[in-house]
């Protein structure tokens, strides 16, 4: 097998306040690999929440990519992968060395994903929520009316701004605006315990009839969580307290909902196995991703099904999304049906006039190949 990464900037069509930053770009890392004439693909995005700068992405995308080249086909170097303890990689790592791999045994089986998975598996596709930031109340107001009238029937609002009552008003004003949407609220581990036990209850009277609230406090303390979780008139998701299985094992029954990322867990394998760690114990399941590509998110988009909740939207902040392939834009996201994950790259002629794209990676990205 051969294996080589490339670099590419992913700009978002308007910067995303959430409590703890303002992010109006990220580096995506892509993987590819190759066997018999035919490709692989997986995506890493940085995150200085997780500490993945570029430049350690692309060392350790390298390191992994050293590693693949030694196995003869890509489905021995997936059961290699599976066998490494946890923690040898970091999650967003791993899972795009697993993507890139699944992708390409799909393709060798002409199997899309989640039938390589589960024979049995019927095409998934599943409601998204749509992101609208921390912004002032009249501002989200008209970015939910525009939602709604795309087609998204679920709205995840971001709080945790310095004065709680803005983030009252921006909720209120989400509601009023798509009065028949399901709304989700985030603020990212914002809140004090105090606080979210103050604010809470008014997130959940009519005036916003908030359906569920992530990870409302600061991470660190999944004991408090859960306590939180007890008594919330509100389902509490937990986010930034849920990395990998263990975390999600400590909380499985105690909150609500635990929001699996394939970045945070270590991709799909790992989501799976934290997906049947919570079944019947109470707490569901919700998909959710950072801001990255379509190819980024398609491996989640696989597992669609399993989720009570769906987060999909991360490439439908870009500007440009250099991939397609798993909708989104009517509030839906959906598998093609092509094997593997069933995206391509597009191409400069396709985004000039709708000619279709190629199999490899074309452009003038930064690469590094690995022979």
């Not at 092509?338 to 199999?359: D, H």
């Amino acid at each position: 097998m051969k294996a080589s990464q490339r670099t590419v900037r992913l700009e978002l069509a308007e910067p995303l306040r959430i409590s703890r930053s303002t992010m109006a770009a990220r580096d995506a890392v892509w993987l590819t690999v190759e066997h018999a004439g035919q490709y692989g693909h997986g995506e890493a995005v940085t995150s200085g929440y997780y500490g993945l700068d570029t430049a350690t992405l692309q060392r350790l995308l390298h390191q992994a990519s050293r590693d693949l080249v030694h196995h003869t086909d890509p489905e021995s170097a997936l059961s290699a992968l599976r066998e490494e303890q946890p923690g040898h990689r970091p999650g967003a790592v791993r899972a795009a060395v697993e993507s890139a791999l699944l992708d390409l045994c799909g393709k060798r089986a002409g199997l899309a994903l989640h039938r390589l998975l589960d024979p049995s598996s019927p095409l998934p596709f599943a409601t998204t929520a749509r992101t609208v930031g921390i912004v002032p109340a009249e501002r989200a107001a008209v970015r939910a009316r525009c939602l709604a009238d795309s087609g998204f029937s679920v709205i995840k609002v971001k709080a945790g701004s310095q004065d709680p009552e803005d983030d009252v008003a921006r909720v209120r004003a989400v509601r009023a605006a798509a009065p028949a949407a399901r709304l989700l609220l985030d603020p990212n581990g914002a809140w004090t315990v105090a606080r979210a036990r103050e604010l809470l209850p008014r997130f959940a009277e009519p005036e916003a009839a908030v359906e569920a609230v992530e990870q409302p406090i600061a991470p660190g303390d999944p004991e408090a969580l859960a306590r939180l979780a007890e008594r919330s008139p509100l389902p509490v998701i937990a986010d930034e307290d849920a990395v990998d299985h263990e975390d999600v094992r400590r909380l499985a029954g105690r909150v609500q909902g635990v929001n699996v990322k394939l970045a945070k867990c270590g991709g799909v394998h790992a989501a799976l196995r934290i997906a049947s760690l919570l079944e019947g114990s109470g707490t569901d399941l919700m998909l959710g991703c950072l801001t990255a590509s379509t190819l980024g998110l398609a491996p989640a988009v696989h597992l669609a099904d399993r989720a009570r909740w769906i987060d999909l939207d991360g490439h439908l902040l870009l500007a440009h999304d250099p991939w397609t392939g798993i909708g989104g834009a009517d509030g839906v996201v959906r598998t093609s049906g092509r094997p593997g994950l069933g995206v391509r790259r597009r191409t400069t002629a396709e985004e000039a006039g709708g000619a279709k794209g190629n199999e490899g990676i074309e452009g003038g990205e930064r690469r590094e190949d690995v022979a």
